[in-house]
């Protein structure tokens, strides 16, 4: 019988697993794509995700970041990270370099999604295989969560994401964020020659439309190639609990609520590590508290600036603003960038 099957072989399920074969644990990875897999995401990293996948052993290809910048057309607002750097990186870099970690740490992986799940008391049976615990990494709209019947209500807040990629030198070390009437565009630098394109907003248009909303990148970009729009969303995905006997959910399967602070990957790591933990030591019920003190800062951030940028007059000013308390954005980007 194994210890764990982590259901989802992207970057959290492949850190759940990782951090599972460091415990001594046996673990199986699930996961029905092949290949480095993509996904419409921000592509950066932040400094404490940085170090985490450094101490895991994970070999990291990308482009510094530095930090973080709001631009609206009128003003900017700078913050650089204070507690190291972070890094632009491909999804499917990312996905390959933790894909390669795992195959050298020994981490068995079949080609096949989690299909049913079957509670024995003291185990589990996964498709029919015994195993003493189920690590759900699936994704935003994870299959494992809705078997379970562990989703939530929808959230009121329905916001979307659109990615791709410009073949353009940056033009900064950091992160920049532009801010338009209904939503924001993220570009981060990946490459010597690349950067991601990330737009979310709560309006379903064509990315290129979208873009006109922000005419200082529009200008930018002008005139350079873009490659294939990826899109994800909803992004706000409510989850009534994150332990269901011996099933935890981590990663995008927990719960979402948006992407504006970009700490994603190190949620996703810090969950995976706490998630190991309960399984290590038999107390998956420890989990479920350990999962909201983990996303507590994150959730306090995201929700107060989703709260905030919905009124117009305030979204209309949250740059200005930010250029004004430079002090106080500064903390704010350094709370981002902090371990999870």
């Given at each position: ?194 950067v991601g394109i990330a737009v979310l907003s709560a309006e379903r248009r064509p990315f290129e439309d979208l873009l006109s909303d ?127």
């Open positions: 019988m194994r210890d764990v099957i982590v259901a989802g072989g992207g970057p959290t399920g492949l850190a759940t697993a990782l951090y599972a074969a460091r415990a001594g644990l046996d673990v199986e990875v699930r996961e029905p794509r092949s290949g480095d897999i993509d996904k419409a995401c921000g592509e950066g990293l932040m400094p404490g995700a940085v170090a985490d996948l450094v101490e895991l052993g994970v070999r990291l290809d990308g482009h510094p970041i530095t930090g973080i910048r709001y631009v609206d057309g009128r003003s900017e607002a700078e913050a650089a990270f204070r507690c190291g750097r972070g890094m632009g990186v491909r999804r499917t870099a990312l996905h390959g370099a933790l894909r390669a970690c795992a195959t050298a740490a020994g981490v068995a992986t079949t080609a096949a999604a989690v299909q049913e799940v079957v509670d024995r008391g003291d185990h589990l049976l996964v498709d029919g295989d015994p195993t003493r615990y189920l690590v759900a990494a699936d994704g935003l709209h994870s299959p494992v969560r809705r078997m379970l019947g562990l989703d939530g209500a929808p959230g009121r807040q329905r916001r979307y994401g659109l990615r791709c990629h410009a073949q353009i030198a940056p033009w900064t070390p950091y992160v920049e964020v532009h801010w338009g009437a209904g939503g924001e565009a993220y570009v981060t630098p990946v490459g010597e020659d690349l922000f005419p200082v990148l529009a200008g930018r970009l002008a005139g350079h190639r873009l490659s294939r729009v990826r899109g994800a969303g909803p992004l706000h995905q409510r989850v009534t609990s994150r332990v269901a006997g011996r099933v935890l959910l981590v990663g995008d399967a927990a719960g979402y609520v948006d992407a504006l602070t970009g700490e994603g990957i190190a949620l996703g790591l810090a969950q995976a590590r706490a998630a190991v933990a309960a399984v290590r030591d038999d107390r998956p019920d420890r989990y479920e508290g350990d999962y909201r003190r983990l996303g507590r800062r994150h959730d306090l951030l995201t929700h107060s600036l989703l709260a905030v940028t919905s009124v117009p007059v305030v979204r209309r000013r949250i740059v200005s603003a930010a250029h004004r308390m430079p002090g106080l954005f500064g903390a704010a980007v350094d709370q981002l960038a902090r371990p999870a």
